[in-house]
């Protein structure tokens, strides 16, 4: 799937404006997929799986009541709809915009519904009851022993018999017109949360627990395996008028609460105030062949599936749970956002010509399916960031139709009161009239009568930001090693004299420019800035390495400059410099200012200009094994060290012998001398 990008083109042209400080790279936002159109702000649009947008839903808004959460609902010819509730068992009816609260079971929730021939049967939790709505009248039609949740209800007309999907210990009622119940088959899973019987006669439940199972129900409620779907739970089971077989099934974490009645009573909880509310899963839309094989057709890992309705084998619709958005699939997997509504939960789906709605659960409330009108689809992108302030540049669109456009911006992330106006609506490339901000917007509409919006794609130029050198260092390459406190350990063996110095520096770039870095140095007590590279060289890496050879030893700066000529036009690029710490190129060696053996005691006194001086050894005879010696004070930390050694100590024959003394700095410059010695 493609992402809305920022799209960056060293163009000549610049756009239609003239600010002070521009980047002449023209950069654009593209908006051609669905991720990219689909967003929370638009009304009245579908967005589809191959990033169109076109003409969606317009939706009402009628609310249940504070405080209600919906979980069923079935509707009439005439367009009422029942809905069942939640937390007090209530049942509203729903004629045009006139909410009536019908009758009232005294349970905690409504959880299933099923019309049989002129009754409306409402099964209940958590004591297993089954209510019938005759007329306008509610009556307890049966008690299920056994059972605290009726999760799902089918009813077979020919017979006049009433199925009822229970838990917690996953069976399948059977109750005849009297509402006398037998157990038909147990599931062996805790919740039996959905049934649906096909026009054929086809009965098929499926279960929520250890496992989603699809099981069949035979004559005399023989249960076959069907399918095991993935997760933990069958939401709903759905036919399609031809008998194809759909599946909603969600995988959780953890498995959301449901109500428990009082242990030793047969009633719901007495300070059970509210119904708990479904925790985000994983939800999968599924088609189910006559051999038990499951097609997915389509899954959110960021949201469960709530509500499902199929109106063809080949146009299947979808409601999700803790974001409340309507998705249609047809049977080649194709998809398409049909609304997004500010609610937690799409419960039940009725898309039936004139009469269509959707039922949020929380919170509560019809939307009916209105016709639309030619403004009523408006089309809002996310908030799309320059990363700098930028003024906007012509548009371009492809469309089909009499699709418009228009453009805000705004210095937030987030649209506030700082914000400027919409532009003007426009169907042509334009140069939208807006102010020069970091953020902006874009909206389309016009998307009746077949109009598609495929592509935006928005020219801007960042208003150039200068680079910035945040840190610059130079060290020797031969330097210890320096640990996170600042303890530097100096190396046990001689040290090596290199005269490159590492150079690096960190930079913040924030637009991205095209930088070149240009270095130079100085001593430290002149003024005179001497270049490292040459002019012609476009230096552009945060690091190099210099030879100092060539240079006398002393304490020195260098200096590193960023700047962005290379991205941005003549007068306009910006640059900004930064000088390192002074430090020492030493590449002189140490002297010897004493050194003379005096019967047997040999003393030496070594001096550095730059120092510290760092070691001091001997060999004898020529022989290439070296004796460190200590200074006289212990330390190796001044630029004047002096040495005394009792050369007898070293066990040599008589006879004569030849001392070489060798000294380091520090840099690693060495300097030898020799003594004879005739003990």
């Not at 069976?171 to 096909?198: C, M, N, Q, W």
């Not at 974490?253 to 719901?268: F, H, I, N, Y």
Request: charge should be negative; hydrophobic fraction near 40%; proline fraction near 5%.
């Amino acid at each position: 799937m493609k992402t809305t990008r920022i799209l960056g083109i060293s163009l000549a042209a610049a756009l239609s404006v003239s600010p002070p400080v521009l980047a002449v790279g023209t950069r654009f936002f593209e908006l051609d997929s669905s991720e990219d159109f689909t967003t929370t702000e638009s009304r009245g649009v579908a967005v589809t799986s191959d990033g169109r947008v076109r003409e969606g839903l317009t939706l009402g808004s009628l609310a249940l009541g504070d405080g209600v959460v919906a979980l069923a609902s079935l509707s009439d010819a005439r367009g009422r709809v029942l809905v069942g509730t939640a937390p007090q068992g209530k049942l509203l009816r729903i004629d045009g915009a006139v909410v009536t609260p019908l009758a009232e079971t005294k349970e905690l929730a409504i959880a299933s519904m099923v019309r049989g021939g002129d009754d409306v049967y409402l099964g209940t939790m958590p004591n297993g009851l089954i209510f019938r709505l005759r007329g306008d009248g509610l009556e307890l039609f049966s008690t299920l022993e056994g059972a605290d949740h009726v999760w799902a209800l089918a009813y077979d007309s020919v017979t006049k018999t009433l199925f009822a999907g229970t838990g917690p210990d996953g069976k399948i009622f059977k109750i005849d017109a009297a509402g006398k119940s037998v157990v038909y088959t147990d599931l062996d899973e805790p919740h039996v949360t959905s049934l649906a019987r096909s026009e054929a006669g086809r009965l098929v439940a499926g279960t929520t627990g250890q496992h989603a199972w699809v099981m069949e129900i035979g004559p005399e409620g023989k249960a076959v395996f069907v399918a095991e779907l993935p997760g933990k739970e069958v939401k709903s089971l759905a036919f399609a008028p031809t008998g194809e077989l759909f599946a909603i099934a969600n995988d959780y974490s953890e498995l959301p609460d449901v109500p428990k009645r009082v242990a030793g009573t047969d009633r719901t909880p007495p300070n059970a105030a509210t119904y708990p509310r479904p925790k985000a899963g994983k939800g999968a839309l599924l088609r189910i062949d006559a051999d038990g094989r499951a097609e997915k057709l389509l899954s959110h890992a960021d949201t469960q599936y709530t509500a499902i309705y199929v109106q063809t084998a080949s146009k299947v619709f979808v409601g999700t749970g803790n974001d409340g958005r309507l998705f249609s699939v047809d049977d080649v997997h194709r998809t398409e956002l049909l609304a997004d509504v500010d609610a937690r939960g799409i419960m039940q789906i009725d898309p039936t010509p004139g009469r269509g709605f959707l039922l949020t659960s929380d919170a509560a409330f019809l939307r009916r399916f209105e016709p639309p009108t030619a403004t009523d689809g408006i089309w809002a992108s996310k908030v799309l960031d320059a990363g700098s302030r930028a003024h906007l540049g012509q548009f371009a669109v492809e469309a089909k139709g009499a699709v418009e456009i228009s453009f805000r911006t705004g210095p937030t992330a987030v649209p506030d009161a700082r914000w400027g106006e919409w532009s003007n609506w426009s169907a042509k490339r334009a140069v939208p009239s807006v102010a020069t901000n970091r953020y902006m917007q874009a909206r389309a509409r016009g998307f009746a009568n077949g109009a598609e919006l495929s592509l935006l794609r928005i020219a801007f130029v960042p208003e150039n930001q200068r680079a910035l050198i945040l840190e610059a260092t130079a060290a020797p390459r031969n330097a210890g090693t320096r640990s996170k406190e600042g303890l530097i350990i100096a190396p046990t063996e001689a040290p090596k004299h290199d005269a490159i110095v590492k150079l690096s520096w960190r930079v913040e770039n924030p637009d991205a420019d095209a930088l070149r870095y240009r270095v130079s140095f100085r001593r430290e007590a002149e003024t005179l800035w001497r270049d490292i590279f040459d002019e012609d060289t476009a230096f552009t890496k945060t690091e190099t390495e210099w030879d100092t050879s060539g240079l006398v030893e002393g304490r020195y700066v260098v200096r590193v400059e960023a700047s962005d000529e290379h991205a941005n036009g003549p007068g306009r690029a910006r640059k900004h410099a930064l000088e390192t710490d002074a430090f020492t190129i030493d590449n002189a060696p140490p002297r010897f200012l004493l050194a003379a053996i005096e019967g047997d005691k040999l003393r030496c006194r070594v001096v550095d200009t730059q120092g510290p001086v760092a070691r001091f050894e001997i060999a004898l005879d020529g022989k290439s094994k070296w004796t460190s010696i200590d200074p006289s004070d212990g330390v190796f930390d001044d630029t004047d060290e002096s040495f005394e050694i009792n050369l007898s100590r070293l066990g040599l024959a008589a006879g004569r012998h030849l001392v070489t003394l060798r000294a380091y700095d520090r840099a690693g410059n060495v300097v030898v001398s020799e003594l004879p010695w005739n003990p």
